[in-house]
Structures are given as C-alpha cells and as structure tokens.
C-alpha cells in the first residue's frame, strides 16, 4: 500500500540552526501538507501546497518557516533559524486532490532544539 | 473560524466494554468530518469520515460515528473494545467550500484499553 514516508524520524538540533524536515508524498498525489504537534497539544495546520505553491498557511508559518517540491518527488520543510518553541512533530501528508478524499499522514518527524 | 473539541483527554476502559469518545466541532459553514487513530510511533490513519449521505458511518474494525448537525457533534463509538484499540484519536473538520482541504484537529482522546 503506497505511503507517505518523512525522514529524519527524530532531528536534535541547536536553536539558531537551519533544519530541512523531508517528505516523500505518495506519487499521484497532488495536494501537500504540513502540520505539527507540540506535546501535550493538538495537531496544527502549518501550510498546504498545491500545483508548485503554498495554497493557504497558518499564522505559525512565518517567515521563518518556508517549503519545497525540489524534484516532483520530495516535500520539504525548511526552518531557517529554530527556535526553542519549534520542537514539536511535524506531519506531512498528501491528498489525491481536494477535500473530497482522504489525507494520507506520514509516521512523523520529531523535531528537538536545545 | 471552524475548532475542533474533544471533552475527554483520556479515556480508560476495560477490554470488551462499550466506549464513546466525544468530539464537538463549530463552524459556520458546512463541513466533512474525519476521525484519525495514532497508534504508539505511527503516523496518523484515517478510521473513519463523514462527507455526506449518511450521519452513521462505520470502519472496518467496529468503529462507527453518528454526525449530528444539530448538536455539532460527530462522536466516535464501538460497541466492544480491544486491546489492540488503544491509542490516541483524533476528531478533524474540513470546511466543504474552499480547496486547500486542511484539516482543524481536536486536541485528542487517549484511549486506554485494560485487561
């Protein structure tokens, strides 16, 4: 059964440094999203893509934040400068196309800054 | 604005008892309805969806929710749980106008099934 794979599964990095989060969607899929989750909080919407651009992105995704399709196969999300309060799980997911079908979630990225 | 609520955060029940996990939603506009599972270091799974038709939708492993418009509830229920059931759940909202089909979670139900 195809799905959606994100490496690292944990990345540990020092505040101020940049970190790439990557994400391989399943390969027909036309919709791309991100999302996180602070432990102990609920799952937040980051930013969705569709057709090489970001379709719509929450408050959270500041400037700091920004994402990829490099190659037509890899997802990317960029934290230029991390900050303490960026540790948190970061999600991708793909969807086939729009709201009408169902959004495949990747196992996770946990994302540590010290 | 939409959100998302569910009461409970966790949830403990013994092995072949009935469950209910509540999830209230608001929005002003129309919305789909979605309950995800997250079982320990996996991603999230869909278990089961409400777009239309319907109000009571099942999943395959004896889950069903009853989508009722006039409480703005969409509660997830089995009847007899298991074991292997335990896990963190997730209600979600996605408003049917617009395209960018983002999800509105709730903060989650941790449900702990005992022996």
């Known amino acids: 059964e195809p799905e959606v794979t994100q490496t690292p599964s944990h990345q540990v990095t020092q505040m101020g440094q940049e970190v790439i989060l990557r994400c391989v969607p399943i390969?027909?899929?036309?919709?791309f999203y991100w999302y996180r989750q602070i432990l102990g909080q609920k799952v937040e919407f980051l930013v969705s893509f569709y057709n090489n651009e970001i379709s719509e992105k929450s408050e959270i995704f500041d400037d700091q934040f920004s994402v990829e399709r490099p190659d037509g196969s890899n997802f990317t999300l960029k934290i230029r400068s991390t900050k303490l309060e960026d540790s948190a799980m970061y999600f991708c997911?793909?969807?086939?196309?729009?709201?009408?079908?169902?959004?495949?979630f990747g196992q996770g990225t946990r994302l540590t800054v010290v | 604005a939409q959100s998302v609520t569910q009461l409970d955060s966790q949830v403990p029940v013994f092995e072949e008892a009935p469950v209910e996990l509540r999830c209230n939603y608001s929005s002003s506009v129309s919305v789909y309805l979605f309950w995800y599972v997250q079982y320990p270091n996996q991603g999230l799974q869909l278990l089961l969806k409400?777009?239309?038709?319907?109000?009571l939708v099942e999943s395959i492993n004896g889950f069903e929710a009853e989508f009722n418009k006039s409480q703005t509830s969409f509660h997830l229920r089995k009847p007899s749980v298991h074991i292997s059931d335990t896990a963190e759940y997730f209600c979600?909202?996605?408003?049917?106008?617009?395209?960018?089909?983002?999800?509105?979670f709730g903060q989650g139900t941790t449900l702990q099934v005992k022996p």
């Open positions: 979600a909202v996605n408003t049917v106008s617009g395209n960018t089909g983002k999800l509105i």
């Open positions: 409400y777009l239309s038709g319907s109000t």
């Open positions: 390969s027909n899929h036309l919709y």
């Open positions: 997911a793909s969807r086939l196309n729009g709201i009408y079908t169902e959004a495949f």
